[in-house]
Each structure stands twice: as structure tokens, then as C-alpha cells.
């Protein structure tokens, strides 16, 4: 099947033609006495006026198929999809007020702020997503490419929007709901967290069981020193008063449980190397391909009528300066 690429251009032959048209048939010129040389002579008038209409005939004809050509026709020959390889990720972050503990420096939350933002870098073609929890949870981002946007609103993260708890299961839930719909082959959350699951509706191995049956899976990161960290509670006029955060707080049973699940894999950071060094790993993971969009391959075909065109105009012109010539 024939397509156009510019049909409005052949627009521009129709105009070519009537302008061509007034000066073939002289219909602007100032008219002119004609004196026959002999009765005879309106013979050849006759014949004339015949060969001069052929003609007529056969440039409309070209410039038809100049026309034809200005429109650029074109066959589709096959369509191509482009290819991306890309994961769909939601990373699922604790914003509860433990992670303002220092034993990260300055402290939990803003390192795990860096390492999310140096990851994301690494990965331009992923869909990322953000949600935070404490008691309550919210959908900071939803999946997009924008990796200057994706950075400003990881920036924005800070504790003490959300309640205090820590609500994994139904910030886990929202991550796999908000997934169901992704078309991606490799759908991943990445799970920060530094407590146990004290409040929710939603029991974070349900969560997990909910991911696994839609072939999502959970890399889980515990985060936090295992020898205990100190809690900022605020400033006094005696200096900074800090609160002790024991240490092994973290429910790494239920990372464990959940990231098997769904054949992911748990972890814990006890320090920022270690952190760097899991989402090394996460990094290695095979990113699958999602079709972003596609085109079509054509075989142009506007040459063989343009050049047809021109050479029957060119034809035409000649011709038409031989019969004047003749009936002169």
C-alpha cells in the first residue's frame, strides 16, 4: 500500500501547472492580428491547434506525476521495534526517626540518600519509583526516567513526615500494586529499612507472597551497626543529647524470609561500604529489554515519477516549439 510523507507539496505542482497553463495557451498576452497567408492555411491551423492540445494533454500529465512525486510516495516495507533493556524498580525507604542514628555519617538517612542517587546514575534506562513509610506510607515518585527529577525528589526525603512506626508491610504492598501494572520483564523493590514491622494492615510476608505471585522480586537491606548507634534527641544548653540505639535491632529473619520469596536477596549494612557494596551487586543484575517505540522501514518510490515528469515536460516543450515553428 501506497503512503504520502508530504502530500500538501503536490499543492505546489498544481500551482506550477496553471501558471504553465496561461503561458502555454498565451491567455495573459496581448492579442494579436493574424493574417493568413492563403485559404489553404486554416488547414494547418487545424491541424496545429490538434498536435498543440496533445501536448496540452501530456504536460498536465507530467505535471501530475511531478506532483506525485513532491508528495513523496513511499511503500512500507517492515516495522522495527526499538529495543531497551531496562528494569522497572521501586525503591521502598524507611523514614522513621531511627535513621537519623549516627553511625552512618552524618547519619542512616542521608547516606542511604547518596547511595540511592549514585545508583540511580549508574542505570539511565531503568524506571525508578520512590515510597516512603514510617507509620504511614507515601508514593514519593512514581516510576519515571527523569534522573534529574528522580535526584531532586530523593534530595527531599527526610524523617518525621510519617508517624513513628515502621510500617513495612503496607509500604511493600503499595510498591507491588504500583508494579502490577509495569510491563517489564525484571520488576525489582529495593527495601531500606533499620527496624522491625510494628504497624500496618498489611503483614510484610503477605506483602511479600503478593510480590512473589507477580513476579516481582525484593532485595532487602538491613541498615544499621550491629554494636548499636546513638539517636540525636536534640539540643540542650548542656550541648547535643543523644539517645543509645542497641544494636541487631533490625528483623533480619523477616528480610531473609521476604527477599526468598520472591528469589531476591536480603542483605545488611552495617557501614557505608557495605551499603556501596550492595548496590554494586544489585547493579549486576540482568536488565531485561521493554519496547519504548518502533518505526517503519520504506522504499521510497517519488524518483521514478519525478524523473518521468521532467522528461515528458521537456518532451512536451520541444514539440511545442517544432509546431510553432512549422504553422509560422
Known amino acids: 500500500m501506497v503512503e504520502f510523507r508530504n502530500p500538501y507539496l503536490s499543492f505546489l505542482a498544481v500551482i506550477a501547472l496553471i501558471v504553465w497553463t496561461l503561458d502555454y495557451y498565451h491567455i495573459l498576452k496581448r492579442p494579436q492580428i493574424f493574417f493568413p497567408h492563403s485559404f489553404f492555411n486554416s488547414l494547418s491551423k487545424r491541424r496545429f491547434d490538434?498536435?498543440?492540445?496533445?501536448?496540452?494533454?501530456?504536460?498536465?500529465?507530467?505535471?501530475?506525476?511531478?506532483?506525485?512525486?513532491?508528495?513523496?510516495?513511499?511503500?512500507?516495507?517492515?516495522?522495527?521495534?526499538?529495543?531497551?533493556?531496562?528494569?522497572?524498580?521501586?525503591?521502598?525507604?524507611?523514614?522513621s526517626r531511627s535513621m537519623l542514628a549516627e553511625d552512618f555519617k552524618p547519619n542512616r538517612i542521608e547516606v542511604a540518600k547518596e547511595k540511592i542517587s549514585d545508583f540511580i546514575k549508574l542505570r539511565p534506562s531503568d524506571r525508578i519509583g520512590i515510597i516512603i513509610f514510617s507509620r504511614e506510607v507515601f508514593t514519593l515518585m512514581p516510576l519515571t526516567t527523569d534522573l534529574s527529577?528522580?535526584?531532586?525528589?530523593?534530595?527531599?526525603?527526610?524523617?518525621?513526615?510519617?508517624?513513628?512506626?515502621?510500617?513495612?508491610?503496607?509500604?511493600?504492598?503499595?510498591?507491588?500494586?504500583?508494579?502490577?501494572?509495569?510491563?517489564?520483564?525484571?520488576?525489582?523493590?529495593?527495601?531500606?529499612?533499620?527496624?522491625?514491622?510494628?504497624?500496618?494492615?498489611?503483614a510484610p510476608r503477605e506483602a511479600a507472597k503478593f510480590a512473589a505471585k507477580q513476579k516481582i522480586k525484593i532485595y532487602s537491606i538491613g541498615i544499621g551497626s550491629s554494636k548499636g548507634a546513638k539517636l540525636p534527641l536534640g539540643n540542650t544548653p548542656f550541648g547535643k543529647q543523644y539517645q543509645n540505639v542497641p544494636g541487631g535491632s533490625i528483623d533480619l529473619e523477616l528480610l531473609k524470609d521476604m527477599a526468598k520469596l520472591t528469589e531476591g536477596k536480603s542483605y545488611l549494612a552495617e557501614n557505608e561500604s557495605a551499603l556501596n557494596d550492595i548496590f554494586g551487586e544489585i547493579n549486576a543484575l540482568e536488565k531485561s529489554e521493554i519496547d519504548i517505540s518502533g518505526r517503519t522501514v520504506y522504499k521510497e518510490n517519488y524518483l521514478k515519477y519525478l524523473v518521468s515528469g521532467l522528461w515528458i515536460l521537456v518532451l512536451v516543450e520541444i514539440f511545442r516549439k517544432k509546431i510553432v515553428r512549422e504553422i509560422s
Open 50 to 95: 490538434i498536435k498543440r492540445h496533445f501536448l496540452y494533454l501530456c504536460g498536465v500529465l507530467s505535471w501530475v506525476l511531478i506532483g506525485i512525486a513532491l508528495a513523496g510516495p513511499r511503500i512500507p516495507l517492515d516495522f522495527i521495534k526499538n529495543k531497551l533493556k531496562a528494569n522497572d524498580l521501586y525503591f521502598v525507604v524507611d523514614v
Open 149 to 202: 527529577l528522580i535526584d531532586q525528589v530523593i534530595g527531599d526525603i527526610t524523617v518525621g513526615r510519617l508517624g513513628s512506626a515502621t510500617n513495612i508491610g503496607d509500604a511493600l504492598g503499595l510498591a507491588v500494586a504500583r508494579l502490577m501494572r509495569s510491563q517489564s520483564k525484571n520488576k525489582i523493590i529495593i527495601l531500606m529499612t533499620d527496624g522491625v514491622s510494628n504497624a500496618g494492615n498489611m
